[in-house]
């Protein structure tokens, strides 16, 4: 599987309507691609989102790298084609989490929302 990165900020908006999990080190959100790219392109994509609320921008990048990290392990196993998946960063958590704790909290967030959808 081939996992891309997010760039354009019309598809972290469609990303506001879709189904969200809140774990103690990260939100998750995730849905379908339904564009015509879509069609042609199998890849997962991965969007990372994280305010000022977070820090200042030592402690923002610190929270990203470990949230780019963490995803890209988690998305190898459980990510589904044609899915975006984005990651917000959550205040002091994110980067004090233990990693191993990150990349829990991630997958049981990721399992989570896939049932969600799974059970509709």
Do not use: W
């Amino acid at each position: 599987m081939y996992i891309q990165t997010i760039k354009k900020r019309r598809d972290f908006l469609k990303g506001n309507n879709a189904p969200y999990v809140a774990m103690p080190s990260v939100v998750v959100q995730s849905y379908m691609r339904t564009d015509e790219v879509a069609e042609t392109d199998d890849s997962i994509m991965m969007g990372i989102t994280c305010s000022k609320k977070i820090g200042n921008a030592v402690t923002r990048n610190r929270a990203k790298r470990r949230l780019r990290e963490a995803g890209k392990i988690v998305l190898k196993g459980i990510g589904l084609e044609k899915t975006n998946y984005i990651f917000i960063a959550r205040k002091s958590m994110t980067v004090k989490a233990k990693f191993t704790d990150l990349c829990r909290d991630i997958e049981v967030g990721i399992k989570t929302i896939h049932a969600r959808e799974a059970g509709q």
